[in-house]
C-alpha cells in the first residue's frame, strides 16, 4: 500500500490467545522425543490425570482418570506419564503472557494458558494476518502452539477460539469481524460451551428449544424474556453473541480474595504430630504467596479430609478458623494459628488423606489499621525477617530456610510422608540452573 | 595524602579537645556521584537480548570445541533470532537436540559438526527436524 493512500478507520478488536494442551505442550517443548506421542499430565501427587496431549485424547485417556486404576490402560496404548511440573509451566506461561504485552495491547491474563487482549488494524491492515503473526510468534519464541480466535467482543473471541482450535482446516487463527458466514459458524456451537453458560442455562435454553450459539444470539429481538430467564449477565452474553461488546478487558484483576494451598498427603496421616507438620509447611507456603502480593491476611482456617470411603455415614471434611486481630504475614505466628486449627479439627483414629489451609480477610501491607500494643502486630522487624527468609528461598531454591514446625529439616528417611509423590516429573528446565535441557555436540 | 586530606577536609580540634575531621563522610554530606548513579553492569543486559524468548542449555560433549563450546558449558540460546550461514544452533534431528553449525548451500541447507569425524546432515524435504534456537553466547567455567 502507498503511503499515499488514506487507512480505513481503524478497526479494535478483542482476541482470545489459548495455548494448545499447555501442560503436554510445555513439556514436549524441550524433550523432542515426546513430539507425536501421548502425553497424559499426572495431578501434584500423582493421583489422576489432569491434562492430555491431543494424542492422548485420541488414545481414550479420560479427563480425570485415577492413575492407579489406569496402569495397565497407559501401559497397553503407550502413554507417556509426567508428574505435573508448576515451575515449568508457571514460567512458560509468563513467558507467553510476556510475548503478548510486547504485540497485542491491554493484555488480560484470564488463566495460566490463556489471554485476551486487544488487537488493532493500525499495525496490520488484516486482522486475521494479526492473529496469525501472535500464534507464529508465540510458536517461534517459546515452541509452544498456540489457537487465536478474533471478534468485536470477548465471548465471541472465544467462540472463535474454540472453533478454530477443533477444526484442523483453521490452522489456529480465526477472525470472526466482518465475517461473511458467522451464522453458519454459530449454528454449528452448542450452546453449553459459550462463555457464561453453565448448565442450568444449558437445561432452560435446551427447554425453549435454544441449542446453539445462532439461537441464543437470536433471542436478542426479545430482551424481556433473556432478562427474565438468564438476568442481566444473560443478556450480556446475548449482546456479546450479537458483536456488541459488554465485557471489557480487566487488566488489571483484583488482589486475590483468598489464598489456599491445599494438597494431597503422600500416604494417609494418623498422628496429629505429622497433620501438624503437614499444615505448618501449607501455611509457610501460603505465607509466602501472601508475601509475594505485598499483603496480609486477618482469618486464618484449616480443612482436614478424611477418607470419603472409610465411613460413607460420617463427615469427611473438618474446617476450623480463627479470625486474627491484627493482619499479619508473619510466619511463625500463622503457624502457631495453623497447628492449633489443625489440633481442633483432628479426631483421634481418623485416616486424613489431604489437608488445606487458606488465608482469607487479605489487605494490601500498606493499609494495615495499626494496634500498636497488639502482641501479634505485624512488625517492621518481622516483614523484614519474612523478606529476607523469602529471598533466601527465591535464591538458592524452595524451602532452603525452612520453620522446623513443617519438619522439613529431616533426612529424606525420617521425613513423613506427607510430601508429594512425583515419580514422572520432568526437569524444571527454565528456573534450575541444575536441571538445564541437553543438548549433545556430535 | 594531599589528595585524601582535601577530601576529608582539614583536622580541627574540638571544643573537647579531640581530634576532629570536618569533611563529615557519614553523617554529612550526599555523596558527589548521587546525581550521577547509573545501574551497575548487568551480565544478562548483554546476552539476553529476548528474555521471553531466551532459554539456558547445557552442552555435552567436544565435539564443537573450535566454537568455543566445550563440555558441560552453558549456552545462551535465542529463539526469536533466524539463523544465518554459519550460525550455532540447538537442533533437533530425529528428535533429539543436537548443536551444529548451520550452514547453506545454494538452496541446500546442512548441519555440520566442527569435528570431522561426524558427518554433515543433509536437510531434505521430508527430514524430521526443528530448528530450536540460535546459539548466542556461551558460559565456559575454568578450573579454578
Redesign the interface.
Known sequence: MSFLTMKTPETTAYAMIDCNNFYASCERAFDPVLIGKPIAILSNNDGCVIARSEEAKQAGVPMGAPEFKYRRFFKEHQIVLRSSNYPLYGDMSNRVMDILRDITHNVEVYSIDEAFAEVSTNIFDDLSEYARFIKNTIFRWTGLPVSVGVATSKTLAKVANQICKRNPIYDGVLNLVNHPDIDSLLKDFPVQKIWGIGNAHTVRLNRYNINTALDLKRTLGNKKWVRKHMAVTGLRTVLELNGISCIHISEVKDARKGIVTSRMFGKPLYDLGDIQEAVATFVSRAAEKLRAQHSVASVISVTLIADKYENLKSRYKFNKGYALKVPTAHTPLLIQFGKALAARAYTHNTKYKKAAVMLTGIVPGNEVQMDLFDPHLYTQQQSRLMNCIDHINSRYGRNKAAFAATGLHKEEDHRNDWTMNQNHLSKRYTTRWDELMVAKTK | MEGIKAYLGSPTVSRTGELELSGKIETGFPSPAADHLEKALSLEDLVVY????T??????????QRAG?HDKD??IVD??IHPKNGSIV?T?VN?????RRFVRRGVRVFLV???AR?EPIAIYDDTDW?I?GVVTHVIHRYQL
Not at chain 2, 50 to 53: G, T
Not at chain 2, 55 to 64: L, P
Not at chain 2, 95 to 99: L, N, R, S
Open positions: 529476548r528474555p521471553s524468548a532459554f539456558y542449555v547445557r552442552a555435552e560433549g567436544n565435539a564443537m563450546i552453558i549456552l529463539r526469536s540447538i533437533s528428535q533429539e537436540p543436537v548443536i559438526s566442527d569435528d561426524h526443528i530450536w
